[in-house]
């Protein structure tokens, strides 16, 4: 079955680290998206990449930082420059053509920073 | 910037009922709203897009409005079931906007048995 796989599911690190979330898609989809989830918030774009080599910042790039060598993953280092990095993080991926085409997200990864 | 509001955290109905959740925006008008689901602890889940010259759309039990004049969406699902239970996620675009969707914080819907 095709889809995006996020990993781990949970992560726990001390403050002041640097942590790489990883999402594999086998879908062949050429865009990919970063998304952070807060309580009572939307989802917040954090990165996009709609072709290899290439990313673009979202909403609240601060403090992240992406890289997209291969068509199908797209890592999300969150560095000790995030103040506030324990948060839902999403990824997700569409084909890429036309701007209406629905997301297909991962099942996230929790990241608890203390 | 875009603003969207989705009309309560919460929502309880009786099995049965129909739910409806309300999505509003404000600003520039989309040109397309979709609707995901998210059960606790995963990802979104696509279910229905509707365009802005479209006034409805259905897809088995879920039937989402577009109303552009009162910068409103409406999502209904009739009959619902306890299986229903999940947060709805309302999300929209801004046709040239290079993607990026800007999603609403969500209705969490309980249907009681």
């Known amino acids: 079955d095709g889809g995006i796989t996020q990993s781990p599911k949970y992560l726990f690190r001390k403050e002041g680290q640097n942590v790489t979330l990883s999402c594999e898609q086998n879908l062949n989809h050429d865009a990919m998206y970063w998304y952070r989830q807060d309580p009572g918030q939307g989802l917040r774009l954090i990165y996009y990449?709609?072709?290899?080599?290439?990313?673009q910042k979202g909403d609240i790039a601060e403090g992240y930082s992406v890289s997209r060598e291969k068509k199908e993953s797209f890592p999300l280092t969150v560095t000790s420059a995030q103040k506030n990095p324990t948060a839902f993080y999403l990824c997700?991926?569409?084909?890429?053509?036309?701007?209406?085409?629905?997301?297909?997200f991962g099942n996230g990864t929790r990241l608890t920073v203390t | 910037s875009q603003k969207i509001e989705q009309n309560s955290e919460a929502l309880n109905i009786q099995e049965g009922k129909t739910a409806t959740l309300t999505c509003n925006y404000t600003?520039?008008?989309?040109?397309?709203l979709q609707w995901y689901r998210q059960d606790p602890g995963r990802g979104p889940v696509f279910l229905l897009l509707i365009r802005e010259n479209e006034k409805e759309k259905r897809k088995e039990r879920l039937k989402v409005t577009f109303d552009t004049t009162l910068k409103q969406s409406l999502f209904h699902i009739t009959a619902s079931q306890p299986a229903d239970s999940a947060t709805y996620l309302c999300a929209l675009i801004i046709s040239g906007s290079a993607r990026q969707l800007t999603f609403g914080s969500g209705t969490q819907l309980t249907v009681l048995p």
């Open positions: 997700a991926s569409s084909p890429g053509q036309g701007d209406n085409s629905p997301l297909h």
């Open positions: 990449s709609q072709i290899v080599n290439d990313f």
């Open positions: 600003n520039y008008s989309p040109a397309y």
